[in-house]
């Protein structure tokens, strides 16, 4: 089983500054890598994936990076609206299975 | 416009059973693999189940197979999941999801509560 796990849990960030999200898997997942960002009450939203590419609408402030066992998403300038919970999930082995996510990593405001 | 409507959540029993439901629209609903994923109350998101285009091909998360079943009908756009024998730590949102590999689509959300 290939098991995801994001650094740090809580990541406290001050508005305008960029932030810096790990996630790293126990066994080389290529770059089949996408990342989600969930807000209170609301589904996961789709960021990014294969790695490294923006889902539509994405702002280009999300990137991706990464290849292998260690992935990066950085946010390049925090705005209000992307303080929320962060996911990564691979999905090196789909179809049809083994789609494991990353236990999280919550952006707050310093 | 992509959307995915769940439904069916509620208070069961221990013991009891639960059948969730999907609709889709706005994409051909038979040109992708769907899945149901679960987040726990204050907890992370839980790969639960997944469908093939066809229906010919399910898998399961350890912790649910044998109790939940995944189905789907194309011809009514709509994907659902039986949940059997639930048990507390079933209590979750479950949301369906269309794949790509990634998870591009997702519903709002369906609210599953297992407790006396």
């Known amino acids: 089983e290939i098991v995801m796990t994001q650094s740090p849990a809580t990541l406290s960030v001050s508005p305008g500054e960029r932030a810096t999200l790990s996630c790293r898997a126990n066994?080389?997942?290529?770059?089949?890598l996408a990342w989600y960002q969930q807000k209170p009450g609301q589904a996961p939203r789709l960021l990014i994936f294969g790695a490294s590419t923006r889902a539509s609408g994405i702002p280009a402030r999300f990137s991706g990076s990464g290849s292998g066992t260690e992935f990066t998403l950085t946010i390049g300038s925090l705005q209000s609206e992307d303080f929320a919970v962060y996911y990564c999930?691979?999905?090196?082995?789909?179809?049809?299975?083994?789609?494991?996510f990353g236990g999280g990593t919550k952006v707050e405001i310093k | 416009e992509v959307q995915l409507v769940e439904s069916g959540g509620g208070l069961v029993q221990p013991g009891g059973s639960l059948r969730l439901s999907c609709a889709a629209s706005g994409f051909t609903f038979s040109n992708y693999w769907m899945s149901w994923v679960r987040q726990a109350p204050g907890k992370g998101l839980e790969w639960v189940a997944n469908?093939?285009?066809?229906?010919?091909?399910?898998y399961y998360v350890d912790s649910v197979e044998g109790r939940f079943t995944i189905s789907r009908d194309n011809a009514k756009n709509s994907l659902h999941l039986q949940m059997n024998s639930l048990r507390a730590e079933d209590t979750a949102v479950y949301y369906c999801a269309r794949e790509s590999g990634s998870y591009d689509y997702w519903g709002q959300g369906t609210l599953v509560t297992v407790s006396s």
């Open positions: 999930q691979q999905y090196n082995n789909w179809p049809p299975r083994a789609l494991t």
């Open positions: 469908i093939k285009q066809d229906g010919s091909e399910k």
């Open positions: 066994q080389s997942v290529s770059s089949k």
